[in-house]
């Protein structure tokens, strides 16, 4: 974290220099990433900068640097399209790093998640340190759950050292998971079929004509 | 919907002749899109589909088609980008379109995501027939969530007719908002500094020494 931090700030400097620099993140940068702290930052040290867009947008003051944030595909959409479609439908995002986020805080979220029916998806689900808090989300999420839901999980997607699994929720304490692992918990109507998993996107099937939503 | 159901069974008709065949999808396939949908008419149609992946995994069947999702940069990861970085935390995206699911499980959502302090992605907030649910879903979430909580909303992400606009929670209900409309609700962390809205990535910092999670 403490290099993330020198990352960002000698960013900032060679930008305020008059150069133009790049932070590149894997993945997308707004998810789990850098350019949050790119933000904080720049508020820290009150640096002046405005959006490089062409929206119109209001300009506080004079801008000392342009600051633009360039989407990319997030891990969870990689991680996704690997196991099927788990993701058509309402789904949670958690980390189970507690390094910043105290623990209470995420348990309340993994109870909120699962008793809505949430898919959930779990980043950093086990470190070398930190090794219960995936089956404590695990016996949480079995209380709204069926065991056989679905769990689908992802390692390195899309690295030379990938691999994907499906298995059901009351084996998901066994699963061999790392930082790079991502794993999507599918909700109360998620399913296999042969080797992928599907969460389909509504309750009802309703198709009465032409519907459409404009 | 019918038509996308049209698209799919079609598509599934070109490649059971032999042929490649794409189904292009905007943004991700795999968030409330096409790939879901497709996975469901084939089991449906009990079509044997095999993932076209270089992982080794099980082949149930002698497989008839083979299946790739392709990820994408989803409109929620585009519309971030634009206003900053708000999604740097757990979050939870929720459709309010009650077209295939019941208000009153949408509601569960609201409030579960409010309640335990997710940053909340709302999909299709309003249509021309479907005007009520933003409103309800703001006053769910401002049971939890200071008034002056920051709303970030973005309109067609990076098309021509694209607008993003920050406001008070508060103000929500008064927003202009479509079904091509993400709506980005901070939690109890995020601002804005300048024209961006930022959450932080925890809730204390806490810099001893080279923090890493291996």
């Not at 790093?97 to 980043?123: G, H």
Request: with cysteine; aromatic share 6%.
């Amino acid at each position: 974290m403490t290099k993330e931090i020198n990352r960002v700030e000698q960013a900032i400097d060679v930008a305020l220099s008059g150069r133009s620099c790049a932070i590149v993140s894997s993945g997308d940068p707004g998810i789990y990433a850098m350019a949050g702290l790119a933000f904080e930052i720049c508020k820290k040290k009150n640096i002046k900068i405005t959006p490089f867009s062409s929206c119109e947008r209001s300009v506080n003051e004079k801008s000392t640097i342009t600051v633009e944030v360039i989407p990319g595909i997030p891990a969870l959409c990689a991680g996704a399209s690997l196991l099927g479609a788990p993701l058509s439908h309402d789904f949670a995002a958690i980390s189970l790093s507690d390094l910043l986020t105290p623990w209470a805080v995420i348990e309340k979220r993994i109870e909120a998640a699962a008793s809505a029916d949430f898919i959930i998806v779990l980043y950093n689900p086990k470190s070398k340190k930190r090794t219960r808090q995936l089956e404590t989300a695990q016996k949480i999420i079995l209380k709204y759950r069926d065991k056989k839901t679905p769990a689908g999980i992802v390692v390195s997607a899309m690295r030379k050292d990938e691999m994907v699994t499906i298995i059901p929720l009351e084996d998901l304490h066994k699963a061999d998971v790392n930082m790079q692992t991502i794993i999507f918990i599918g909700n109360s109507t998620s399913f296999t079929y042969l080797d992928f998993m599907v969460t389909p996107r509504g309750y009802d099937r309703k198709y009465s004509g032409d519907i459409q939503e404009i």
